[in-house]
């Protein structure tokens, strides 16, 4: 079955770094673009950046333009996103998915700016 698991959250300063990454299974990742959603508290979940099978980076949202940067590794099976120059307005669950045409969710990880 398909399964979606992100990691590399934590609490870092304003102005620090994270790497996320997105370990995937069960299903062809080579042939299916990746996205980043993320929810903050008491808000809708928003996309933060989409990537194509091939590696073409799409959609990012305007509020992170310039500071993240997706990427995968196709042989590793992984999707990563890179976060600088991060916000304390960046704070919130981020999620890895897919659409194969299902839609699958990981289970989410914690990032947190604050200082």
């Known amino acids: 079955q398909v399964q979606l698991v992100e990691s590399g959250g934590g609490l870092v300063q304003p102005g620090g770094s994270l790497r996320l990454s997105c370990a995937a299974s069960g299903f062809t990742f080579s042939s299916y673009a990746m996205r980043w959603y993320r929810q903050a508290p008491g808000k809708e979940r928003e996309l933060v950046a989409g990537i194509t099978n091939l590696g073409s980076a799409f959609n990012y949202a305007d509020s992170v333009k310039g500071r993240f940067t997706i990427s995968r590794d196709n042989a590793k099976k992984t999707v990563y996103l890179q976060m600088d120059s991060l916000k304390p307005e960046d704070t919130a669950v981020y999620y890895c998915?897919?659409?194969?045409?299902?839609?699958?969710w990981g289970q989410g990880t914690q990032v947190t700016v604050s200082s």
């Open positions: 998915h897919v659409r194969v045409p299902t839609t699958y």
